[in-house]
């Protein structure tokens, strides 16, 4: 992260990530150590040094991270070598697929076991985490001199949104490791073909799905997450059921998902997915989707930002120079909802205090 005044920071992270992107495609085994740092990891080092810390002081200590297969943490993995010649403390990753982690973690928080010290975090689980204190506040963190330096971590760089999601009545939990945004991407060859625009209304994005739908042809007019759970559907669901006027709760907090407007968001995205996406919709997450649209058999996503990795990769994609991005539709309501997420990483609770500060260390670093 950038500090406030500089571009140190900034430079620090686009220098790490370019040092990896040749490599970012290639999956690493599931349990990986930090690996040997490299020339660009090497410049890296010093200016890394510049924050008024000592990086050394939990030399010796060994931490478990536990993230998902994906490009961002595969760089991460690459130039973790650099953190530990930096710190002296070892790394040691686990990759978990997104369906998994979150059971695998609530496993190791709710016993206490402290397997692993941080993880990649989904924003919706904070308030579980928080209430059961099985994750540190990190303001105390954020505000002690020996482990932190403002001045080089600036925890307000951070875009707020990314940052209250990772908030608890204004408490950080967790820091945002990448930020995502929700776009339409779709196949602009096969729009121009059919003469019609992106859409800008969900109305609108049902009609171009009709139109180009061509199944006898291995092409299917559109695709949304429909495996169910936190972090899978209930990651793009939201946004239409807000966009159509659907609340949440009621003025007196009473749960209230049976309005018309909830409903008629629901019919939309049952019959979007039943009418015009692929079969076994019904268990895609936003792999399965980049996977199909980057072999043609899609027209049109909306999803994360982040899957234009996949979907521009050559070893992967037949599409390449054929994906066009558009902002999300309006709903009926005139709004677009646009969802901002975020992976984090928090401290586990059950660490012991010497190893929750050298995780705290790693947080910072990454």
């Known amino acids: 992260m950038s500090s406030k005044g500089s571009h140190s920071g900034w430079t620090r992270r686009r220098l790490l990530g370019r040092s990896v992107l040749a490599g970012a495609a290639v999956a690493a085994p599931s349990i990986v150590k930090g690996a040997q740092p490299t020339f660009a990891q090497t410049l890296s080092i010093s200016a890394l040094g510049k924050a008024k810390i000592d990086w050394q002081q939990f030399k010796g200590e060994d931490i478990t991270v536990a993230v ?41 928080l709710s016993s206490k076991t402290g397997t692993y010290a941080t993880h990649a975090a989904d924003p919706m689980y904070y308030p579980l985490y928080v209430t059961n204190k099985w994750v540190e506040p990190l303001d105390a963190y954020l505000n002690d001199p020996k482990i932190s330096d403002p001045g080089w971590f600036d925890y307000d760089d951070i875009l707020e949104g990314w940052r209250s999601a990772c908030s608890i009545e204004g408490k950080p939990y967790g820091i945002p490791f990448d ?3 929700t776009v339409q991407v779709y196949r602009k060859d096969v729009y121009e073909k059919a003469g019609i625009k992106p859409a800008q209304t969900l109305e609108q994005f049902v009609a171009n799905a009709a139109k180009v739908h061509d199944p006898a042809n291995r092409l299917w007019g559109a695709a949304l997450r429909g495996f169910r759970g936190a972090g899978q559907n209930m990651y793009i669901y939201p946004s239409i059921f807000r966009a159509f006027g659907g609340e949440w709760f009621d003025p007196n907090k009473k749960l209230v998902v049976t309005t018309e407007p909830a ?8 019959n979007l997915l039943r009418n015009y996406a692929p079969p076994g919709v019904e268990n895609w997450n936003w792999p399965d989707i980049a996977d199909a ?19 521009n990769d050559p070893q992967k994609s037949k599409v390449i120079g054929k994906i066009g991005y558009a902002r999300w539709p309006r709903g009926p309501a005139g709004k677009r909802v646009t969802s901002i997420w975020n992976w984090s990483f928090p401290v586990n609770a059950a660490l012991s205090e010497r190893k929750k ?9 990454a």
């Open 179 to 181: 930020g995502e945004a």
């Open 293 to 311: 649209f980057g072999q043609g058999t899609v027209a049109v996503y909306i999803d994360a930002h982040s899957s234009a990795g996949v979907i």
């Open 68 to 108: 998902i297969p994906a490009g961002y943490f595969n760089n991460l993995i690459d130039v973790a070598g650099a953190f530990e010649d930096l710190s002296g403390v070892k790394v040691r990753f686990e990759k978990i697929p997104p369906g998994q982690i979150r059971q695998k973690i609530l496993l190791d």
């Open 263 to 270: 409903v008629k968001a629901l019919e939309w995205y049952v």
């Open 357 to 365: 500060k050298a995780t705290w260390l790693f947080i910072q670093w």
